[in-house]
């Protein structure tokens, strides 16, 4: 009985409420509803963290400004001439005269438009009272006293430069906000297009303004001078070490309109920004989120309302959905290591790629020149693109580490020496003479070292790059031998790595060299056997071969990503290790190999000797790659203009007795392997190992490696060296 009487009592008050709002007070409501508009605003979602392996925030999300334009809220210019005109005595003919000859006033800056002439003073009192009811700013409507030759009378103009029209809230936005040509021409091709219930949708202007826009525009809409346009909190895009990893992480900005109508129905809008290039792009579904949104009440003007029929309209039409944010990635990339590869290049152009030995994934990878994500996201900052645009020639945007290939020089011959040594064309202590050059029939193939090398043998021709014994190797091996071994090595096929504009290299074969040429002679192998000629090789693909050289033939896909979290740190998913190939090298043909490459840093006739560290050892090989054919004389390189000067190759990995990571560097025209890469690529594995030795017990374990006899004969070292 006690529940049958809640129920009448609760549906009586409904009624009542009904009978109050719908036939007492229903009038009333009738009236305000029309001054009143449902405005539906979106809730901006947070973009997802970009972190480093150790949790370290790389790229996150700051407080900003956006400008945002609703269209259901321009001006009603129509409705405001054509009552102006109506109490001036205009014919509804004239009326539309004065409109179309306002609105192209207003496009092309012209003067004030005359209304009407010949006004008496109670009308002219009139028509200053419909101004004030339209609230028109003073300035929009000029009723002056008029002499001619008929006498004096009173004329009423409208000036476009002040009253409100949808063309003049363009061209004020145009000029607060420096618009382009371009981005005004979208702008108001797309509110064009708008219809029906998406002109209470706001769009979004311009997202992160600076303060003194903010001023301005807020300066302008108390003023009643922008109507429809407001403000808004909102988050921008924050890259924490600006211009570090820069080419890795990306950026983002606005899709053009191609973009947007392939994207509309995956919830993207007008002025939606979106992953470009790097980390940015490859995971721009994880990071974007999905946008919230509430419905607001609002007066004819766009302006926010506060009151019982606000609540009521809220009531039975409101509706809120809460904003999702993005996931987080978490990188394979270790921060410090960024940084000291970044610190340590020494070039005007070039990249570093560190990477580790054991699972492919990314530890550091750098592009010189760069930019900065923050200047170029949203808004391109104009220093940013006049400092772009003196660097045009270096080509800051390119990704060095994964989109450039050149010729790897004599990184390469540890390549020729495996197929030498895997197609039994040479013994590992087989001596080949070097005198300085070889020939090949009247062809003269020079050797680095013009007085020769003498008697080399396999080790010792990488640990003191003697070309002559990698010509030979070349000619007894033929093209097709060398390229079964780089094809089977990484190179001439993109890596795989999960980035946008990897370039797959070159590494010819026979019917390469006929088709591209027509022919195909031996001095292609004699030139290919020293990383020159046809081959080309981007970094990274230098990376991953000598990491299978060092962990024994797994042929890794690089990664950028560890795994991506949810924003409560749960996992969306993990990216376990990618095994490519495992190339089947003999254990005795990859242990004369390292030790090549060993010599090459840890002992005094190798070409890095100089370059080595005294509480680790690394393996490694230099290369200096020919840009240009100088003839006989060699010329040194700061007697040459940059751009016709050698690029300069380092590639080493470490520890040497139990390899962890590899590290590769490309100096662009910065001079010889040795004095121009070989310093950076070791300047980063001491800050790896230092970091190791501070984080890890097992520091020392491999610290003891220095007190071995650097004196000894080669051969004395161990085989897994």
């Not at 997802?48 to 370290?56: F, I, K, M, P, S």
């Not at 290039?277 to 579904?285: A, L, P, Q």
């Not at 990339?333 to 570093?352: H, S, Y």
């Not at 299978?548 to 409560?568: C, K, S």
Request: with cysteine.
């Amino acid at each position: 009985m006690a529940f049958v009487s809640t129920v009448i009592l609760v549906f009586a008050a409904i009624v009542i409420r009904l009978y109050d709002v719908q036939v007492r007070r229903g009038a009333e409501f009738s009236k305000r509803s029309h001054e009143n508009f449902i405005q539906i605003k979106r809730l901006e979602h947070d973009r997802g963290e970009v972190v480093d392996r150790e949790g370290r925030v790389l790229v996150t999300n700051r407080a900003s400004i956006n400008v945002y334009l609703t269209p259901a809220f321009f001006p009603s210019t129509g409705a405001m001439v054509r009552k102006l005109g109506a109490v001036s005595g205009l014919q509804k003919s004239q009326i539309d005269e004065v409109l179309v000859a306002l609105v192209r006033a207003a496009e092309e800056k012209g003067p004030p438009i005359l209304l009407a002439t010949d006004l008496s003073p109670s009308v002219a009192a009139k028509l200053r009272a419909t101004q004030g009811a339209l609230e028109l700013p003073l300035e929009s409507v000029l009723v002056m006293e008029v002499t001619d030759e008929d006498g004096s009378h009173l004329a009423a103009y409208l000036d476009p430069e002040h009253f409100p029209t949808r063309e003049r809230v363009f061209q004020r936005l145009r000029a607060l906000l420096s618009w382009s040509d371009e981005g005004y021409a979208r702008l108001k091709q797309v509110v064009s297009r708008v219809s029906g219930l998406a002109k209470y949708r706001d769009i979004l202007v311009r997202p992160d303004i600076t303060p003194e826009a903010f001023a301005a525009i807020q300066s302008e809409i108390e003023l009643g001078d922008l109507p429809g346009v407001s403000l808004r909190a909102a988050k921008a895009r924050d890259y924490r070490k600006g211009r570090v990893a820069a080419h890795l992480l990306g950026y983002i900005n606005e899709l053009t309109p191609e973009e947007l109508e392939e994207r509309k129905e995956l919830g993207y809008r007008m002025g939606d920004l979106m992953g470009r290039r790097g980390v940015e792009e490859t995971y721009e579904e994880d990071l974007r989120g999905i946008d919230g949104y509430e419905t607001v009440v609002v007066d004819s003007k766009g302006r926010g309302q506060d009151s019982e029929l606000a609540d009521h309209l809220r009531g039975a039409v409101g509706e809120f959905q809460e904003p999702r944010a993005g996931n987080r990635v978490v990188l394979s990339v270790d921060i410090d290591l960024q940084e000291a590869a970044e610190a340590a290049f020494p070039g005007r152009a070039g990249a570093v790629v560190v990477m580790d030995v054991n699972s492919g994934r990314l530890l550091a990878a750098t592009s010189t020149p760069t930019f900065d994500p923050n200047l170029v996201s949203g808004y391109f900052e104009r220093g940013e693109r006049a400092r772009l645009a003196e660097l045009r020639d270096l080509r800051p945007w390119r990704f060095r580490a994964i989109q450039d290939h050149f010729a790897p020089g004599s990184t390469f011959k540890a390549v020729t020496l495996l197929a030498a040594l895997e197609e039994k064309v040479v013994r590992p202590k087989e001596s080949v003479f070097c005198p300085g050059s070889y020939r090949l029939g009247n062809v003269r193939f020079r050797c680095w070292k013009d007085a020769g090398h003498g008697h080399i043998e396999a080790v010792t021709s990488l640990e003191r790059s003697c070309d002559v014994y990698f010509y030979t190797m070349g000619a007894r091996l033929g093209l097709d031998a060398i390229a079964e071994m780089g094809h089977a090595l990484g190179f001439g096929r993109a890596t795989g790595i999960p980035l946008a504009g990897e370039s797959s290299g070159i590494m010819p074969t026979v019917a390469w060299s006929k088709q591209r040429f027509k022919f195909y002679t031996l001095g292609s192998a004699v030139n290919a056997s020293i990383g020159q000629g046809a081959v080309a090789s981007t970094l990274i693909q230098l990376a991953v071969a000598y990491a299978a050289i060092a962990n024994g033939g797994t042929v890794y896909q690089p990664q950028v990503a560890l795994r991506v979290e949810a924003f409560d740190g749960s996992a969306v998913r993990e990216f376990a290790p990618v095994v490519v190939r495992r190339v089947a090298l003999p254990e005795e043909n990859l242990a004369v190999v390292r030790q090549g490459l060993f010599n090459v840093l840890n002992v005094p006739s190798g070409t890095a000797y100089r370059r080595r560290l005294p509480d680790i050892h690394a393996s490694g090989k230099t290369g200096t790659a020919q840009v240009a054919k100088m003839g006989a004389k060699r010329i040194k390189k700061d007697q040459l203009p940059w751009e016709l000067r050698d690029h300069a190759w380092f590639v080493a990995y470490a520890p040497s007795e139990a390899p962890e990571i590899v590290v590769a560097v490309l100096n662009e025209h910065g001079g010889g392997g040795s004095s121009d890469a070989a310093p950076a690529a070791m300047a980063v594995i001491k800050a790896w190992h230092e970091k190791r030795v501070r984080t890890s017990a097992g520091g020392p374990e491999f610290l003891n490696v220095a007190m071995l006899n650097l004196s000894e004969a080669p051969e004395s070292w161990p085989a897994a060296f």
